[in-house]
């Protein structure tokens, strides 16, 4: 089965910065797809950015212009480069793999990024 292990997540001032990444172990198959959701307390999960196979990238209407999503296929990891972070980014930030041609998904336990005003 797929494991998608986070890391990076932590404390940091308004303004600043934090790098996640997600490797994905236990690999018998291909991924099309990764991304980064988050979920704030007492609220849905939501989307945050995602990177496809191809290197196209989609990201929330809150995040363009201070995250920036990239990837190694080849390693299957992918990260998230966070600037300029607000207070309201603060959450639970999960990871997640799309394997190609098939509807199953596998999600990372989640790390914390906590934002002070």
């Known amino acids: 089965q797929v494991q998608l292990v986070e890391s990076g997540g932590g404390l940091v001032q308004a303004g600043g910065s934090l790098r996640l990444a997600c490797a994905a172990s236990r690999i018998r198959i291909a991924i099309n797809a990764m991304g980064w959701y988050r979920q704030a307390p007492g609220k849905q999960r939501e989307l945050v950015a995602t990177i496809t196979r191809a290197g196209s990238t989609n990201y929330a209407d809150s995040v363009k212009g201070r995250f920036t999503i990239s990837s190694d296929m080849a390693k299957n990891t992918v990260y998230l480069q966070m600037n300029s972070l607000r207070p309201e980014d603060t959450g639970v930030y999960y990871c997640?793999?799309?394997?190609?041609?098939?509807?199953?998904?596998?999600w990372g336990q989640g790390t914390q990024v906590t934002v002070s005003s």
């Open positions: 997640k793999a799309d394997q190609l041609m098939s509807p199953n998904s596998y």
